[in-house]
């Protein structure tokens, strides 16, 4: 799967490894930086990476910051992008089931690594959960368009 990553300064660390995780995996990475720790304002890179999900560049993303948080609201602001503040693997899960969730934000402050890669496992193998969750998915996606 080809997969846009970014971070703030925050999650810069966890980025690096976290892109190199998912080559391991087999993942084709686009890195859209930052290309170091300096400091830098995240909605400049959560765009960056909503946009490769949107035009279909990358079938999904992944953002690090110091919470998720930013990144998650940010990244939400582009159409077509369902971003989830994730800090488990059952959240994982979930927002790919149930909200066919494109973008995953991550916090590189308050969750280990190995937590985070556990959680990145689980997003890449679960399935959009179709049925009931369909037209659910629709209602948020015609909400861009109001």
């Given at each position: 799967?080809?997969?846009s990553i ?34 830098v ?20 993303g992944?953002?690090v ?6 990144m998650a ?21 979930l927002c790919?089931e ?7 934000t ?10 985070n ?16 969750h ?6 948020i996606?015609d909400?861009?368009s109001?």
């Open positions: 799967m080809k997969v970014a971070s703030d300064h925050a999650g810069f660390e966890q980025k690096q490894l976290l892109a190199a995780y998912l080559v391991e995996c087999g993942h084709e990475v686009i890195d859209r930086g930052p290309q170091s720790a300096d400091r304002d995240y909605p400049d890179f959560a765009v960056l990476v909503g946009e490769d999900v949107a035009a279909g560049t990358a079938q999904r992944v953002l910051c110091g919470t998720g948080i930013g609201i940010a990244a939400c602001k582009v159409n077509g992008v369902r971003a989830a503040n994730i800090v488990s693997t059952e959240f994982a899960a790919r149930h909200n066919d969730a494109n973008v995953i991550l916090s590189g402050r308050f969750v280990s690594l190995e937590d890669k556990a959680i990145l496992d689980t997003f890449f193998a679960t399935e959009f959960g179709g049925g009931r369909t037209g659910r998915v629709q209602k996606m909400i861009e109001k």
